[in-house]
């Protein structure tokens, strides 16, 4: 079955620090790949996605890049501030299926 | 606020009590999906619905438990004869149909639930 696996947290950074969370996945077919964020007592959003090899997503400095050759979607950020510490779930969607399959969620920390 | 409302947002019950949970979508979505989320696990999907139909069910939904979505418009999770297995975190999401939006979903505050 599908699944998608992200590495272990938690992450802690200084801010200003670049960041990477790693994501990696199976799935059948071309699954689209999803990063959602969940702020401390707030619910599950969507940061970024991208739904075909090579697609790059973007929003609020946060990007991705899906490569099916490492079946990997990392994220990535050049300057973490404070305000982006949170969990950070990758997640896919696979073939004809219409939920989301999600990784286990990486908890990000930035100090000042 | 025309996101999605979770109602209760927490929910303390003894072992085999009965507990149902309430999601409202955001208006003009069609889908309408309920994930269980444990502590330090990503959600799990339960079940979805096409407006009032639905179309997909886990294997993590026991017989136990029952969704329904009768106007499709807000939809109902029951549990019975809970078990402290279900002890978790209910969220429900909506998005709009069509292929361009899967994955696409807008995500509700969840529901705790504590079964002592």
């Known amino acids: 079955g599908d699944s998608v696996t992200q590495m272990e947290g938690p992450v802690t950074l200084s801010e200003e620090a670049f960041l990477t969370i790693n994501c990696t996945y199976t799935?059948?077919?071309?699954?689209?790949l999803f990063w959602y964020v969940q702020y401390p007592g707030e619910g599950l959003q969507l940061l970024l996605k991208?739904?075909?090899?090579?697609d790059k997503g973007s929003n609020k400095g946060f990007e991705a890049t899906y490569r099916k050759e490492t079946t990997s979607f990392h994220l990535e950020k050049g300057s973490v501030q404070v305000s982006d510490s949170a969990v950070y779930f990758c997640?896919?969607?696979?073939?004809?299926?219409?939920?989301?399959?999600f990784g286990s969620g990486t908890q990000l920390t930035v100090l000042p | 606020d025309t996101g999605v409302s979770q109602n209760p947002r927490h929910k303390i019950t003894k072992r085999g009590q009965n507990v149902t949970f309430r999601c409202d979508p955001i208006?003009?979505?069609?889908?309408l999906y309920w994930y269980r989320q444990t502590l330090g696990q990503g959600p799990e999907f339960l079940t979805y619905?096409?407006?009032?139909?639905?179309?997909?069910k886990s294997r993590l939904l026991s017989d136990r438990f029952s969704a329904e979505r009768p106007k499709g418009s807000f939809s109902t999770l029951e549990i019975q004869r809970t078990e402290q297995g279900d002890s978790a975190m209910y969220l429900c999401?909506?998005?709009?149909?069509?292929?361009?939006?899967?994955?696409?979903?807008?995500f509700g505050p969840g529901t705790r639930l504590t079964v002592t």
């Open positions: 999401a909506s998005s709009l149909a069509g292929g361009g939006q899967a994955g696409e979903q807008y």
């Open positions: 799935a059948t077919g071309y699954p689209s």
């Open positions: 991208a739904t075909k090899a090579d």
């Open positions: 997640a896919l969607v696979s073939g004809s299926a219409r939920q989301l399959t």
């Open positions: 208006s003009e979505h069609n889908r």
């Open positions: 619905f096409q407006n009032e139909a639905q179309l997909e």
